[in-house]
């Protein structure tokens, strides 16, 4: 079936840019996206982006799409403290227009003063 | 307009008790899920409904029951609990059509003694 992977920590100083890798095996997908999830709450939706783009700009973050490679990241340009969080990529693919999501495992990232 | 509601946000189980976790949306949604998560393995999909009157399996349903008899409620049964199912449980819904953009409640933290 298909499957998300992402690395599952980052730490990076305030101020500096973050990039979060995630990659994908279904050929099919039509919408991938970020989740991020603050500790105790649920996750809510970053950015998204569509198979046919290659990259998505959105204020502070950039999403780059590889369709090729199967593989999306998230920049987070001057990463500041509020910003530690796990974030989650998710691909809608192979679910027929259900509204599932499949996860990756999430990556922790954590800002440094 | 409340979103999505997890009722309750906290619950303790003793091994082989029974209980519903309860999830509503007043979105007009089609599509509602519940996922489990468990650290470091992201959100797996337990059970999923693409309508009033229609649920399916998602990658983990075993041990779980759901039903679907209004758009509204999406409520997830757990007949026997066993210590394996000690998880956080999100429900979310999403639009039927387009961008699947899901929106999760806030979860509840389950622990099975």
């Known amino acids: 079936g298909e499957d998300v992977e992402q690395s599952l920590f980052l730490s990076v100083r305030e101020g500096d840019s973050s990039v979060i890798n995630c990659t994908y095996t279904d050929s099919s997908s039509t919408y991938l996206y970020w989740y991020k999830q603050e500790p105790g709450a649920g996750l809510q939706l970053l950015t998204y982006?569509?198979?046919?783009?290659d990259m998505k700009q959105d204020q502070r973050l950039t999403v780059l799409l590889n369709k090729k490679d199967k593989h999306l990241s998230l920049r987070i340009a001057d990463t500041q403290t509020g910003d530690s969080a796990i974030y989650f990529c998710?691909?809608?693919?192979?679910?027929?227009?259900?509204?599932?999501?499949?996860f990756g495992q999430g990556t922790t990232l954590q800002v440094k003063p | 307009n409340a979103g999505v509601t997890q009722t309750p946000k906290f619950q303790v189980l003793k091994t082989g008790q029974s209980m519903t976790l309860q999830c509503a949306q007043d979105m007009n949604h089609e599509y509602m899920s519940w996922y489990r998560q468990d650290p470091g393995m992201g959100l797996r999909l337990i059970h999923y409904?693409?309508?009033?009157?229609?649920?399916d399996q998602g990658e983990v349903p075993n041990g779980y029951n759901v039903s679907r008899s209004t758009t509204e409620d999406f409520p997830l049964r757990l007949l026997s609990a066993a210590p394996s199912q000690t998880s956080v449980y999100f429900c979310?819904?999403?639009?039927?059509?387009?961008?699947?953009?899901?929106?999760f409640g806030q979860g509840t933290r389950l622990t099975v003694v």
């Open positions: 409904s693409v309508g009033a009157g229609i649920t």
């Open positions: 998710a691909d809608s693919s192979g679910s027929g227009n259900t509204g599932k999501l499949i």
């Open positions: 979310a819904s999403s639009y039927s059509q387009g961008n699947t953009e899901a929106f």
């Open positions: 982006i569509f198979s046919n783009m």
